[in-house]
């Protein structure tokens, strides 16, 4: 049985991971500092999301058969590699969490309202923990077979809001400034693109023979350009106001479709949409976060872990992130800079060590 990914299948792991929470989220952080010059936010975000992926790459194609903590330990040293590593974990698990909680309040707030979270979490959950079990071939086959309905069904989601768009709605273009429209990125690339370092837990399972940097740096910019899609048209059609206002404005957007009287209030689409991508991305967390761990402490298999991490996660997903006012806060005002010591810093830092240890005498290349 074949265990490597696929081209396809990690194109569209990073396509799904990068869509994630971040379609329903995106639109609204964006709104509140460059309201209707968003959409210049988002593609400029997506430019730099796409440096932020070369600088990933640049450091897997040095260890292409090693994992984040693996590299981490080889160019620091046991002990210290090991502490790194550990913050390491932490910082997928804590995302892992915080993505389950975006999910939760989601359901019981648009779909479910009677529905207690706890149990939302804990199906969510046992889904995630079955897919994690059978390793990360079968999460990619997952989402080669989920693509196919999730670009279906982006498409007539886009298609049925065309006869809605104002286009006065962006104008004037630049009125907000350049400085509000910098700070509007920052969340965006905190929340999804500084979250892609965690591919450097499964680089390692692509087939070595395919174009693994194509199929990443793509699945990036195909990834970030869905969501400013998303944007955009949030913005023509309910107005930077609007957009800004809501918790989700992509799902309202669903409530906006009217097609001659016969297709209306489909905003099942993007929360189906956003069920596949959250799935995927919650299974590549748990998983970059159980084999994490069996690396750190040398356990020969990560499965046994699966179900206490998950009793960790449930926990962890009402302590830390209280509810959704402090979670768009948290989003918004403190990510960026969480995510960038590990998603940015971190594998710069490992690149340097690697070109200051080429220059000393008797030098090892690294070994893959």
């Known amino acids: 049985m074949n265990t490597k990914l696929t081209e396809r299948q990690l194109r569209m792991l990073v396509i799904l991971y990068v869509v994630g929470s971040s379609i329903l989220f995106t639109p609204a952080t964006l709104a509140q500092e460059a309201k209707q010059d968003a ?16 600088i990933i790459l640049k450091l897997y194609k040095v260890f292409p058969n090693l994992t984040m903590i693996e590299i981490i330990e080889h160019l620091l040293g046991k002990w210290l590699g090991k502490i790194v590593g550990f913050t390491f974990f932490l910082f997928s698990f804590l995302l892992a969490s915080l993505v389950l909680r975006n999910l939760g309040e989601f359901i019981i707030t648009e779909i479910l309202p009677e529905t207690p979270i706890l149990y939302v979490h804990i199906l969510v959950l046992l ?30 989601f886009v298609l049925f809001l065309t006869p809605q768009l104002r286009f006065e709605n962006i104008q004037p ?32 399972k692509a087939n070595k023979n395919q174009q693994v940097d194509r199929s990443f740096l793509s699945g990036i910019v195909i990834g970030g350009l869905m969501i400013s899609l998303i944007t955009i048209i949030s913005i023509l059609v309910l107005g930077a106001d609007l957009t800004e206002r809501n918790n989700y404005p992509s799902y309202i957007l669903g409530k906006k479709i009217s097609i001659g009287k016969f297709i209306e209030r489909i905003e099942a689409l993007i929360a189906i949409i956003w069920m596949i991508t959250i799935f995927v991305k919650l299974s590549i967390l748990y998983y970059a976060s159980a084999e994490s761990l069996k690396q750190l402490f040398q356990f020969k298999r990560y499965e046994f872990l699966l179900f206490p991490l998950g009793m960790i996660i449930i926990v962890l997903a009402f302590i ?31 690149l340097i060590m690697i070109k200051w240890k080429k220059r000393q005498p008797n030098n090892k290349s690294p070994s893959s």
């Open 39 to 54: 959409w210049i936010a988002s593609l400029i975000s997506v430019l730099i999301g796409l440096f932020i992926g070369y």
């Open 127 to 156: 889904a995630v923990i079955q897919g994690v079990r059978y390793g990360i071939h079968v999460i990619g086959r997952s989402a080669e077979i989920l693509s196919f309905f999730f670009f279906f069904m982006y498409f007539f």
């Open 173 to 204: 273009i630049f009125d907000v400034g350049i400085k509000p429209i910098i700070r509007a990125t920052l969340p965006y690339i905190g929340f999804p693109f500084l979250e892609v370092v965690i591919f450097l837990m499964v680089l390692n």
């Open 320 to 350: 830390i992130y209280p509810n959704i006012s402090y979670t768009y806060y948290f989003i918004s005002r403190i990510w960026f800079f969480y995510s960038a010591t590990f998603g940015f810093l971190l594998p710069v830092l490992l």
